[in-house]
C-alpha cells in the first residue's frame, strides 16, 4: 500500500543519471510508486570521475540558488560537501577578481559559493538516492528508443540495450506511465521524437570555440595570501583568455585556462604556465609557479551553447518531457549548468504538485506546460551567457539565437 497522498502513476523513468537525472528522480518519487534512472555508466563505489559526464574534472561551482535547492531536496547535502572538503568561497571577499575594467572591490557579501571536484557532489546525491525505498537504477544501460502509447499520442517507456553476464547486449523494454530524457548533451531526443513520427525541434547553437585546460596542485603550506580565489576575467574581444584558482577538497587549488584562440589553451606545460603568465595579472601565475602538480593538465573543449526549442514544438507526445543539459548548455564559465538544471527539475515538480492538487492523474498537456516554463527559466541564463560569448571574435550564430529568444520567451 502507498504511503503517498498525489500518486500520478506507479513507474516514472530518467533517463541519464547526472545531476539533472537525479534531482529529477528525487522529485518524482514524491508522485510515482517507482522511479528508474536509466544510466549509461556504472555508478562508482566511492568519489571518483566517470566518463559519462567527462567534464567533472573541469572546476565546477555550484551557484547559491542551486546550493538552496539541493539542500531543499537533501537536506544536509551543504555540510556533507562541506564533511567532503567542499571549500567555502565568499565569492566577493575571497576571491580576487580582475574584471575588463581593473580590480574588483573585495568585501565579505555573505554570496557564498561552494567550490570542490564535481563528482564528489553526484556521488553524495547518488548515495541519498539508493536509501530511497522506490528509486532503483539500470546502470550500464544505454537508453535507444521511446516505446510508444497504444494511442499513438503519448509514450508508454523506453528501450534500452543493457550487457548481460556474459557481456553480450540485450535490447530490454521497461514501461512506464512518465518519461523524463536528462541525458544531457548528447541526448537523441529528437531524433526519438522523429521516429515516433513529430517534429524535431529546432535548435539555436551559439559557439565561441572556447577550449579548458586545468590541473590540481597542492596548496602550498606557505601560502598566506589574503585571498582563497583568484578570477582573472577575459575582456573580449581584446582579451580572450581568462584564468581562474579555486581551492577544492584535498587542500588543493583547481587551476584553469580558457581561450578561444585556435589551439589553445595547451596541455604542454610551459605553454599552460606561460599562457597563466600572460595573464593581465600574474597572480595565478606566482601561486602555483612554486605548488605541487597534483595531476596532469587536462584539455576540454565543450560544444558552447546550444537551446533546443522544445516549447516551440506544435504537436509532441504526452508523458516525455525534456531537461537539463539535453534542453539548454552553456558555455561553461558562467557556472550556470548545474543550476539551471536544477531549476528545471523543480520546475517539473511544480507542475506535477499542480495535477496532483487537483486530485488528478491525467498528465495530459503536461509536457507542453512544462517545457513552455523551461524555456522561461532558461531564458536569463542563456541571455547572461551568450550576451557574453557574443563579445568574442569567433562566436557563430547569434542572430538566429535572439530571433529565437524573443519567439519563444516574449511573445
Ligand atoms: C568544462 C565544464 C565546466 C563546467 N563548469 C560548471 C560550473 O562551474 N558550474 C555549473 O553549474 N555547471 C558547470 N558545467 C555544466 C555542468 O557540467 C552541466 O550543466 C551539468 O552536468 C548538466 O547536467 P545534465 O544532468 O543535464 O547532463 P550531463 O551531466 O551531461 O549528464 C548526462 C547523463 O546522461 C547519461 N546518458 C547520456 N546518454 C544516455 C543514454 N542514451 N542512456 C542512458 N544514459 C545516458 C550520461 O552518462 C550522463 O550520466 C560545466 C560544464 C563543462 C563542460
Known sequence: ???????????????????????????????????????????????????????????????????????ELFPGIYDELIAQGAATVDMVGDVKWFNPFGWSNRFPSGFMALSFSRYILDWLIYQRLIAIDGINFQEQAYATE??????????????????????KKIEQTLAADFVVDASGYSSNAPQWLKM????????????????????????????QEDWKGAYIQAAPPQRTAMGVLYP??????????????????????????????????????????????????????????????????????????VLGDAVCSFTPI????????????????????????????????????????????????WIAATSQDAKYPTVKGIRCSLQNIRWSTWR
Open 248 to 321: 577544492i577538497e584535498n587542500n588543493r587549488w583547481i587551476v584553469g585556462i580558457c581561450d578561444t584562440t585556435p589551439k589553445r589553451p595547451s596541455k604542454d606545460e610551459n605553454a599552460f604556465m606561460s599562457a597563466l603568465e600572460q595573464l593581465p595579472s600574474p597572480i595565478i601565475y606566482n601561486a602555483v609557479k612554486q605548488a605541487e602538480p597534483a595531476t596532469p593538465i587536462d584539455i576540454y573543449h565543450p560544444p558552447g551553447n546550444r537551446l533546443r526549442h522544445y516549447e516551440q514544438l506544435t504537436r509532441q507526445p504526452e508523458r516525455f518531457v
Open 334 to 381: 558562467y557556472g550556470q549548468g548545474m543550476t539551471v538544471a536544477a531549476l528545471g527539475a523543480m520546475t517539473l515538480g511544480e507542475c506535477l504538485a499542480e495535477i496532483s492538487q487537483q486530485r488528478s492523474s491525467n498528465l495530459s498537456g503536461l509536457a507542453k506546460t512544462f517545457q513552455t516554463r523551461l524555456a522561461k527559466i532558461n531564458a536569463d541564463p
Open 146 to 167: 521511446l516505446v510508444p502509447s497504444q494511442n499513438n499520442r503519448g509514450v508508454s517507456g523506453v528501450k534500452f540495450k543493457q550487457r548481460d553476464g556474459t557481456g
Open 196 to 223: 515516433l513520427g513529430y517534429d524535431a525541434p529546432e535548435e539555436t547553437r551559439i559557439t565561441t570555440g572556447m577550449g579548458y585546460a586545468s590541473r590540481l596542485y597542492e596548496i602550498p603550506d606557505d601560502f
Open 1 to 71: 500500500m502507498s504511503t503517498k497522498s498525489t500518486i500520478l502513476g506507479d513507474r516514472a523513468i530518467v533517463i541519464g543519471g547526472s545531476i539533472a537525472g537525479l534531482l529529477t528522480a528525487k522529485i518524482l518519487t514524491n508522485y510515482f510508486e517507482r522511479v528508474t534512472i536509466i544510466e549509461r555508466d556504472r555508478f562508482p563505489s566511492q568519489p571518483e570521475p566517470r566518463k559519462g559526464i567527462s567534464q567533472c574534472t573541469q572546476l565546477h561551482i555550484l551557484l547559491a540558488r542551486g546550493r538552496q535547492i539541493m539542500e
